[in-house]
T-cell receptor, first 112, second 112 residues
Framework: DAKTTQPPSMDCAEGRAANLPCNHS???????VYWYRQIHSQGPQYIIH???NNETNEMASLIITEDRKSSTLILPHATLRDTAVYYC?????????????FGQGTILTVHP | NAGVTQTPKFRVLKTGQSMTLLCAQD?????MYWYRQDPGMGLRLIHY???????AKGEVPDGYNVSRLKKQNFLLGLESAAPSQTSVYFC???????????FGPGTRLTVL
């Protein structure tokens, strides 16, 4: 699976949009971009995933560049409860059997 | 629908003792996983299973064994615990379309 690079930490003001970047320059054509978050040592929580098109759900939006070498997770109106570690993961299909390779992620701190 | 549950939530072992961690899911998922997370680190895959009666090694399998006798349960065993196995253990399951991986709440294991 492709390796990802994320900033170690970011800050965001409550109510503002949080934009979390991720580089995955070695991603291959059949690999998906997944985002998970982990709040205070709980089990990771799925946020969103995409292949090449931008995606949106009730939690967030995922913007993938046209060359697919980077992506941005957008939390449109961050709240204090969004403070967490956010993991960007590139996962292949086929024989990868859904295995996820976690890096160290980005610690997002939302402040009042 | 309980999702993914893990038993026990906490455990303290002495070096050399053995124990089994139980993961159960009620979503009829085929694939199940065991991860460990050390302080300040991302999750690392220990073992996984792609169906009842099957298991496979992940990134850090040494010192652990697993069994998947029933589709809904995935057991992780430590035959002779070592202090290096002090960690938080997370179980996860995913449906066959790989869309979302559901994680349990974790088991905090300390080996003295």
């Amino acid at each position: 699976d492709a390796k990802t690079t994320q900033p170690p930490s970011m800050d965001c003001a409550e109510g503002r949009a949080a934009n979390l970047p991720c580089n995955h320059s070695t991603i291959s054509g059949n690999e998906y971009v997944y985002w998970y978050r982990q709040i205070h040592s709980q089990g990771p929580q799925y946020i969103i995933h995409g292949l090449k098109n931008n995606e949106t759900n009730e939690m967030a939006s995922l913007i993938i560049t046209e060359d697919r070498k980077s992506s941005t997770l957008i939390l449109p109106h961050a709240t204090l409860r969004d403070t967490a570690v956010y993991y960007c993961i590139v996962r292949g299909g086929g024989t990868s059997y859904g295995k996820l390779t976690f890096g160290q992620g980005t610690i997002l701190t939302v402040h009042p | 629908n309980a999702g993914v549950t893990q038993t026990p939530k906490f455990r303290v072992l002495k070096t050399g003792q053995s124990m089994t961690l139980l993961c159960a899911q009620d979503m009829n998922h085929e694939y199940m996983y065991w991860y460990r997370q050390d302080p300040g680190m991302g999750l690392r895959l220990i073992h996984y299973s792609v169906g009842e009666g099957t298991t496979a090694k992940g990134e850090v399998p040494d010192g652990y064994n697993v069994s998947r006798l029933k589709k809904q349960n995935f057991l992780l065993g430590l035959e002779s615990a070592a202090p290096s196995q002090t960690s938080v253990y997370f179980c996860a399951s995913v449906d066959s379309y790989y869309n979302e991986q559901f994680f349990g709440p974790g088991t905090r294991l300390t080996v003295l």
